[in-house]
């Protein structure tokens, strides 16, 4: 699929309200015993806010760029914005396309107006 990226900052000269933290509760797949569920594990990585405009998609649409070993793996991802990190609001978050030979992945947040 081919899409348009850009940076969402609402300020140019100052890009950290275009950053966010992202939390990632995963759990690993099991190689040797596929059988045994392996242990939850939390993660945590950075993004970035960018409009996205999907074909067939009129209006851009904000989403998260971030690395894809982020979010490797994941059963639950939440958003942080990083000028709230004293508050503890975090916003659900859902893969919406990884390329690991890349080391890139988009999320969207459930809540649109979070970003």
Not at 44 to 66: D, H, I, K, N, Y
Request: contains cysteine; positive net charge; glycine residues 6%.
């Amino acid at each position: 699929a081919t899409f348009a990226v850009r940076a969402a900052s609402t300020d140019a000269r100052d890009p950290r309200g275009a950053v966010v933290k992202i939390f990632n509760t995963r759990q690993r797949p099991g190689w040797t015993v596929p059988w045994q569920d392996q242990p939850v594990e939390s993660s945590s990585g950075s993004g970035a806010v960018v409009r996205v405009r999907l074909p067939g998609r009129a209006q851009e649409e904000r989403a998260v760029l971030t690395a894809a070993h982020v979010v490797s793996d994941s059963r639950y991802l939440q958003v942080q914005r990083s000028t709230d990190r004293f508050s503890g609001e975090k916003f659900r978050a859902r893969l919406a396309v990884v390329c690991h030979e890349a080391d890139l992945a988009l999320l969207y947040l459930e809540d649109t107006s979070a970003l």
